[in-house]
């Protein structure tokens, strides 16, 4: 697509020829095209994609951009208490808390799934992310070790794609033997066998501080540990 059919005002020309029930724009980080958009009749849903309040120069402009849409969708309603407080969006805004994405993942046997990828532990922990700061693995880590004093036989099962801070998760796993003895450090897994350890897993925990993914393991039926940036 030509970048010249992505200004605010063709995309709004394509969007009315449509004539859509709904205008669903994702991230809030195009104020312009959704001021463009609700000129249309139709109604324009904003859905949040991690975004900051703080961004340089796009106060003002969200304030204006968004000042006519029609809801807004994070994933919690709680992402979205630092744009309504600080007048990004308006404060009267109807808020559904929606996942950005739906997942195909079905539940499954436990004991079926552990027998196939050889998943063991009691309780096996799962942890899915990239080795970033915002996915603080570090964190994960420092917890994990605490609860393997009351829970000597636990497993973390730890998938990966981004290794930013790989050097010093093993670093930090060294000062940790016996954790770093019940650790395995997987890397990239196939998307079908995502499945498999969310099945065998008992549970999901995570440490990122904000837009932390949950569809995958919530369609297993797995419980979901959030650590909230911090030691419990």
């Keep these: ?10 995309l709004a020309r394509a969007v009315r020829a449509e004539n859509p029930d709904v205008v669903h724009l994702n991230g809030l980080e195009f104020p ?30 969200r304030r204006w951009g ?14 979205a208490d630092p ?24 539940p499954g046997q436990r004991e079926e799934a552990r027998y196939r990828i050889g998943v063991h532990g009691d309780p096996a922990l799962l942890w899915i992310g990239h080795l970033n700061a915002n996915k603080d ?6 917890a994990v070790a605490q609860a393997l004093e009351s829970m ?19 670093t930090l796993l060294a000062a940790f033997p016996s954790l770093a003895a019940r650790t395995h ?27 932390f993914g949950r569809d995958a393991q919530i369609g297993t039926g797995e419980p979901l540990h959030q650590m909230n940036g911090s030691l419990p």
């Design 83 to 106: 744009f309504l407080q600080t007048g990004q969006l308006p404060r009267d805004l109807p808020v559904f808390a929606i996942p950005e994405c739906s997942s195909d993942f079905v």
């Design 152 to 170: 000597p036989n636990l497993e973390l099962w730890v998938v990966f794609i981004g290794t930013e801070l790989l050097r010093e998760v093993e």
């Design 66 to 79: 968004y000042d006519r849409i029609a809801a807004a969708s994070p994933t919690a309603p709680a992402q």
């Design 1 to 10: 697509m030509p970048v010249a059919a992505l200004a605010p005002w063709h």
């Design 137 to 142: 693995p570090l964190t994960i880590v420092r």
């Design 185 to 211: 450090l997987l890397g990239h897994v196939p998307h079908d066998r995502i499945q498999d350890l969310c099945r065998a897993c008992d549970l999901f925990v995570s440490g990122s501080h904000r837009h």
């Design 32 to 61: 312009l095209h959704a001021r463009a958009l609700s000129a249309h009749s139709a109604p324009v849903l904003v859905q949040d994609h991690a975004s900051h309040t703080w961004r340089r120069g796009l106060g003002r402009l």
